[in-house]
């Protein structure tokens, strides 16, 4: 029996109701056994975490986590540009080496900054399960599939095999899912291919979707659907979990369609202000029934993975839009970002809040600074004034990845050399 005990930290669970209060967190065997004031159980090791707030992890529900070493490669470019001009050229010289570094590098950066749990949309994945696995993180993993070539096959065949090797792996924290990339880059027939699979063996779906302009008059002028009804034609939402990464230009009935779907809407709101995309109709998404969660996308497009500024720009544009400083206040976006996150990878049941029986997947954040004081309320203080930076320890499945902001499973000069090294490599003459 492996025990755990945090003492004295303002406990935030995230549970529908409850107020932060004062106590104490025990934890065997990676799950939370107890909560509450002035536990006294025997444990192999005490945190005491005075002035710290305990709440469960972040859960990054889009990411490409190898994207970070191209990181400030290639900005302030329109999405297709970017994407077609300076990303895909780059990730054409990836070797599976690369991307084991370069997701090494993003989950530092996700450890670092109070994540516990991600999405992750890329090739190579097997590098990137490994990475997940050596580091101590929990993932949802997918081999994003861009069929305009004809080597769909392999592509599928890829995606299969980091389904049957990798599902339930390091102790459940690795699950999986099948990634068609997108409307634009994945046609009718092989969609509708990796749909019907998705039925049949209940695998669910992550797809970006509706993220430009540009992207809804493709798609317009190739089948005269909204990215949104082109998936709902192929019966993308009748019985599959389905994460929809995006989801920025939705007309009303657009919306309608999503009524009711499993799964639902990943907003990644940096990435879609940087990329002057537009605003998520997440209000909408939410009176509709429909769960949002919150990502950052990669590295290469958002620059950060930094989940605290997704809080802040999320309840920011959805109180611009609507012109109303009431629409999602702090603790909502806190709610997205933590539960409703852990729905869209459907680990729900494990992880997303702080209970008995659940993983132990939870970070402290040290309030002892004056961004952080005097503490009226700490659900404000976390939305609109905390940064990654003010996260102190992270805990994944009761085992601790970083504490005093020291990483404890990774090896963080090794990392900057072999990221340095292997990004110059890969941007050289681009
Ligand atoms: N190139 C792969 C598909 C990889 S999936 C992940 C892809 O998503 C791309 N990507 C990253 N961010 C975005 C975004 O915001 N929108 C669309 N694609 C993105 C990324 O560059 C990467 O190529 C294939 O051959 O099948
Ligand atoms: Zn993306």
Redesign the pocket.
């Known amino acids: 029996m492996k025990t755990l005990l945090i003492k004295d930290c303002m406990i935030l669970t995230m549970v529908e109701g409850e107020k932060p209060f004062l106590g104490d967190i025990w934890i065997v065997d990676g799950r939370i056994a107890k909560i509450g004031p002035s536990l006294e159980e025997e444990a192999d090791r005490v945190i005491l975490a005075k002035n710290r707030v305990a709440m469960p992890g972040l859960i990054n529900t889009h990411n490409?986590a190898s994207?970070s070493l191209l990181r400030a490669f290639s900005d302030d470019l329109k999405?297709m540009d970017w994407?077609d001009k300076k990303?895909?050229p780059a990730?054409a010289r990836m070797t599976r080496e690369d991307v084991y570094w370069g997701t090494t590098l993003g989950i530092a950066e996700m450890i670092a900054s109070g994540t516990t749990a991600f999405a992750d949309?890329?090739?190579h994945m097997d590098a990137v399960a490994q990475a997940v696995l050596d580091s101590g993180i929990r993932a949802s993993l997918t081999r994003?599939?861009?069929f305009l070539e004809d080597d769909g096959e392999r592509?599928m065949a890829e995606a299969l095999d980091l389904i049957d090797n990798w599902t339930g792996a390091g102790d459940g924290r690795i699950t999986t899912m099948l990634?068609p990339?997108?409307p634009y880059t994945c046609p009718p027939k092989p969609l509708q291919g990796v749909i019907e699979l998705a039925h049949k063996r209940q695998i669910p779906l992550h797809i970006?979707l509706a993220?430009t302009i540009e992207e809804g008059e493709k798609i317009r002028a190739r089948y005269n659907q909204t990215p949104t009804e082109y998936l709902h034609e192929l019966g993308m939402f009748h019985d599959t979990h389905v994460l929809l990464a995006h989801a920025v230009h939705l007309n009303e009935s657009d919306v309608a369609l999503l009524r009711g779907m499993r799964g639902g809407v990943a907003h990644n709101p940096v990435?879609n202000l940087k990329l002057g995309c537009g605003i998520a109709p997440v209000r909408e998404l939410i009176e509709a029934g429909v769960t949002v969660g919150m990502g950052t996308?990669?590295a290469?497009?958002a620059t950060t993975l930094d989940m605290f500024a997704e809080i802040k720009a999320a309840t920011w544009m959805q109180k611009l839009k609507h012109g109303d400083p009431t629409v999602l206040p702090a603790e909502s976006a806190l709610r997205m970002a933590t539960i409703e996150s852990a729905k869209l990878l459907a680990i729900d049941h494990e992880v997303g809040t702080l209970e008995v029986g659940k993983r132990a997947d939870l970070i402290l954040i040290d309030l002892d600074k004056p961004h952080l004081q005097p503490v009226h309320d700490i659900l404000a203080l976390l939305a609109y004034s905390a940064t990654g930076a003010d996260v102190d320890t992270t805990i994944v499945n009761g085992e601790i990845l970083m504490h005093q902001r020291q990483f404890q499973t990774l090896q963080w000069e090794e990392i900057k050399r072999e990221a340095t090294t292997r990004a110059s490599r890969l941007v050289e003459g681009l």
Request: proline share 0%; glycine share 16%.
């Open positions: 490409h994207m999405l994407l990303m895909l990730e949309m890329y090739v994003g599939m861009v592509r990634g990339h997108a970006h993220e990435s996308d990669g290469g497009s």
